[in-house]
């Protein structure tokens, strides 16, 4: 399998994930602007979505969308418990706070990467998120390691991600000491330092 990824963007969390599972990672980084891969190729023939992550399957196919990615690795190592199994309360607990993570907050980030974004526009995105990250300090505020509990799962490796970006953006988290523990938590597991590393976003301890 192969993911194609940029440094930093969401398709880290699918990175982390295949690290997660023991899965076998080989990268190939995409110039997200310009549209081409660091091989040259064309990126917009390969995924005409244009965007990242995308995961080059083992039959040669191309798959895309964040959620789909993480259960996909979830659901080929089960053994990892990444993901609870289909037809559970737990696996629609699960998927429902990925959604928001992804609808609510990835997606509020998202408009704020915009250059061309007003001063108004960005500041209904910080109280957005604001908004958003209230839900996640209650949840955390059971003394919980995760999001769903004591289990490391796909939603952390995302949540986990798109927060990355509150430094980037200058976003003030403070208001939530949970999530910024939970923050430091996620970012020192091994397979999600090892990501940050390969992406060359760290570098090596
Ligand atoms: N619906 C997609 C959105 C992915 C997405 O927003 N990717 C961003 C990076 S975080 C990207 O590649 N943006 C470049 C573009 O849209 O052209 C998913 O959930 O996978």
Known sequence: ??????????????????????????LEKVDIRNKSTEHGEDWLSLNPKGYVPALRMDDGDILTENLVLHGYIADLKPE???????GTKARLRQDE?????????????????????????????????????KLIEQLLSDGRTYLTGEQ????????????????????????????????????????VQASLVAEGLVKAA
């Open 80 to 86: 990892t418990k990444l993901a609870p199994a289909h």
């Open 97 to 133: 706070l990925a959604v928001y993570v992804s609808t609510e907050i990835h997606k509020t980030y998202g408009a704020m990467f915009n250059p061309a974004i007003t001063d108004e526009a960005r500041k209904g995105a910080v109280d957005r998120l604001n908004m958003r990250y």
């Open 152 to 191: 490391f799962s796909t939603v952390d490796a995302y949540l986990f991600t798109v927060t990355n970006w509150a430094n980037m953006l200058k976003i003030d988290l403070s208001a939530f000491p949970k999530l910024l523990a939970y923050q430091q938590r996620v970012g020192s597991r091994p397979a």
């Open 1 to 26: 399998m192969k993911l194609y990824y940029a440094p930093g963007a969401c398709s880290l969390a699918t990175h982390i994930l295949l690290r997660e599972a023991g899965l076998p990672v080989e």
